[in-house]
């Protein structure tokens, strides 16, 4: 069965340094998102991405956070200068079409020191 | 505002008999909510959805039920098994794109 796959599993870095995270969505897919989850809270809505532009960003998505779609297959989210609270789960989900289930990826846990 | 919340943070049943997890939400534009499942250092994985323009659908082992009169989401497992242990979110859409998640409810399977 298809399914979202996302690298790295884990990343730790330095308070202002840049991060990438990556995803690969289910191959027919051709909406994809990011979402992320502080510890203990609840999975928050960061960006959708349609057609290799943004469709809808939260308020949380600022100047600091930027996506991409390098080539063909993979969704990259970067975080340019990360700060502390930058902290959290990082999930890449996509869906076959707008209003369609969105499936997750397994996340990139981010730690920020 | 916009919310999504469930009802109670935890729950505890025994193995074999029927669970149900509850979740309001207060955007009367949405019209179609999922059920995630999400188990320690996962991402949420999907249950079943339901559209608006129902009011019950069932998938194995599980029901979900929409009353959009009081805005309140509800998934029933049946006969619930210990690998049903896990975080459950519901999560509505009013729009084509971004996904609002409730807390989310820790349901704990006993033997």
């Known amino acids: 069965e298809p399914e979202v796959t996302q690298t790295p599993s884990h990343q730790v870095t330095q308070m202002g340094q840049e991060v990438i995270l990556r995803c690969v969505p289910i191959?027919?897919?051709?909406?994809f998102y990011w979402y992320r989850q502080i510890l203990g809270q609840k999975v928050e809505f960061l960006v959708s991405?349609?057609?290799?532009?943004?469709?809808?960003k939260s308020e949380i998505f600022d100047d600091q956070f930027s996506v991409e779609r390098p080539d063909g297959s993979n969704f990259t989210l970067k975080i340019r200068s990360t700060k502390l609270e930058d902290s959290a789960m990082y999930f890449c989900?996509?869906?076959?079409?707008?209003?369609?289930?969105?499936?997750f990826g397994p996340g990139t846990r981010l730690l920020v020191l | 505002g916009e919310s999504v919340g469930l009802h109670l943070p935890t729950l505890s049943v025994q193995e074999g008999d029927n669970s149900i997890i509850n979740c309001a939400y207060s955007?009367?534009?949405?019209?179609?909510f999922i059920w995630y499942k999400q188990e320690s250092g996962k991402g949420p994985q999907f249950i079943i959805d339901?559209?608006?323009?129902?009011d019950k659908r069932q998938g194995q082992r599980v029901t979900v039920l929409l009353n959009k009169t009081v805005k309140h989401l509800s998934l029933q497992i049946a006969a619930t098994q210990p690998g049903d242990s896990a975080v459950y979110f519901c999560?509505?859409?009013?729009?084509?794109?971004?996904?609002?998640f409730g807390a989310g409810t820790t349901v704990t399977v006993r033997a």
């Open positions: 999560a509505e859409t009013a729009n084509d794109y971004k996904l609002s």
């Open positions: 991405f349609y057609n290799n532009e943004i469709s809808e």
């Open positions: 955007n009367s534009a949405s019209d179609y």
């Open positions: 339901i559209r608006s323009n129902m």
């Open positions: 191959s027919n897919h051709l909406y």
């Open positions: 989900a996509s869906s076959v079409a707008a209003q369609e289930t969105q499936y």
